[in-house]
């Protein structure tokens, strides 16, 4: 069913009510009433504009002007390798939907189940969906909750550690009409459980698209879950990311955001620690050039105790590229002995790039421990030239010592080849 309509709120409601006479479109019994719901919320909102604070640099007209297809098809396309040599599970989704001619799904560990959402064990995700999103909507996240088909679900049960990574591409294939993309991830980990995912999201043309993207992830008391979410799409894309964590007691959870290549990003990350012991690592490296606009929108919760949590964002910016940080850390007013930290860095690499950096800590506890800072430079000439005197060329000097600034960053990413690849190409100038 092809409906190409421009992004308006009026035309998402057509679409919908366009979609219900069509069962393909939808599932069971139960999801319908969860659509149902959803678009009646996304039916009092609006697409946000940058009137609004929290969106004041980010103008999505660039996006919502554009004509889609609110349902778009597969293809054929056919072998798509690993990111990296690394034994992997791969999964792979194409325009939102899962391809199982191309992903790695028969060989998955005893207690684990990993598919497509909308196949997999109703009970599991009735009892998750939905939980881990905030009270506030925006137009976009109420849009995917509303259109919700399809998307990764990974379930690991207590005590199942999976020892192999899985990789799961998200890729957008275009045709005359651009498609409007909403995978909706679903990812839970059991009591001492273990698992590493990389979100790939890459583009197979240089045609419009827009995704439309909503994680919710849920960690298990002494779990740990480290989660790579890497962008690389089109020069006409848009990319609308939430990213929505509960933590139980003694997790640990880690996510890093590697933004590449993209028209327009928008990523929004909520952690919520909600029992003692909880730690978190929210990571971000953002690569831009040309026109490229990247918006990072984060905010952890420490809502009891004894909670732990490390934020660290790095951005290199060129050409006329802009990046915006917004970082909060919340402290209950219950949540004694925490430990937060947050730091936000950024190399300018043209007079013309442009960085919006606002780290916020909210505190309403006494006994706490908190930090925050920011910080603005350029490429150190001196370093320039002292490379430059040892025989090594301008832009080779210039690349290894971005990549160098950009390594902290990806301390967070346990697999190496995930760590070489994005470093070879921010030291190459491949993302510009």
């Given at each position: ?236 894309s848009g990319h609308i990311g ?190 510009t």
């Amino acid at each position: 069913m092809e409906i190409a309509l421009a992004l308006t709120k009026n035309n998402a409601l057509v679409a919908f009510e366009e979609s219900i006479a069509d069962q393909s479109a939808y599932g069971a019994d139960w999801l319908n009433d969860y659509r149902k719901k959803a678009i009646a919320q996304f039916s009092s909102l609006n697409f946000p504009t940058s009137e609004l604070e929290d969106w004041k640099y980010t103008d999505t007209r660039a996006l919502t002007k554009r004509s889609y297809d609110f349902f778009p098809s597969t293809s054929s396309i056919e072998g798509l390798s690993s990111l990296s040599e690394d034994d992997v599970l791969h999964v792979v989704f194409e325009n939102g939907k899962l391809r199982d001619d191309l992903s790695d799904l028969d060989s998955l560990p005893a207690g684990t189940i990993i598919g497509s959402l909308a196949n997999s064990d109703a009970n599991i995700v009735q009892q998750y969906l939905g939980k881990a999103l905030p009270e506030k909507h925006h137009g976009f996240s109420a849009l995917n909750d509303a259109f919700l088909s399809d998307g990764l679900f990974l379930h690991v049960s207590e005590n199942v550690h999976i020892q192999r990574p899985v990789e799961v591409t998200f890729l957008n294939s275009t045709d005359a009409v651009a498609p409007l993309v909403q995978p909706r991830n679903l990812i839970i980990l059991g009591d001492n459980s273990r698992c590493d995912i990389l979100l790939r999201y890459v583009d197979n043309s240089q045609n419009a698209y827009l995704t439309n993207a909503v994680d919710e992830v849920f960690v298990g008391g002494k779990a740990t879950l480290e989660l790579c979410k890497l962008q690389e799409e089109g020069e006409k894309s848009g990319h609308i990311g939430g990213l929505f964590v509960r933590q139980k007691a003694d997790s640990t959870f880690t996510v890093n955001t590697v933004s590449l290549d993209g028209q327009l990003i928008r990523n929004d990350v909520l952690v919520e620690l909600d029992e003692p012991g909880a730690e978190c690592f929210v990571n971000g490296l953002t690569s831009i050039s040309g026109r490229q606009h990247v918006d990072h929108h984060t905010q952890i919760n420490h809502n009891v105790p004894n909670c732990t949590s490390h934020e660290h964002y790095k951005s290199v910016l060129d050409g006329r590229s802009r990046n915006i940080f917004h970082g909060r850390i919340v402290v209950a007013k219950d949540a004694q002995g925490t430990d937060s930290e947050q730091r936000n860095q950024t190399l300018l690499l043209s007079r013309d790039a442009e960085i919006d950096t606002k780290p916020q800590l909210e505190i309403y506890a006494d006994d706490v421990k908190c930090s925050h800072g920011a910080t603005v430079g350029q490429l150190d000439t001196d370093s320039v030239f002292y490379l430059r005197s040892r025989g090594i060329d301008e832009q080779t000097a210039r690349g290894l010592l971005t990549t160098a600034f950009a390594h902290e960053a990806l301390t967070g990413i346990s697999r190496e080849g995930v760590r070489t690849y994005i470093e070879t190409r921010i030291g190459s100038g491949q993302d510009t």
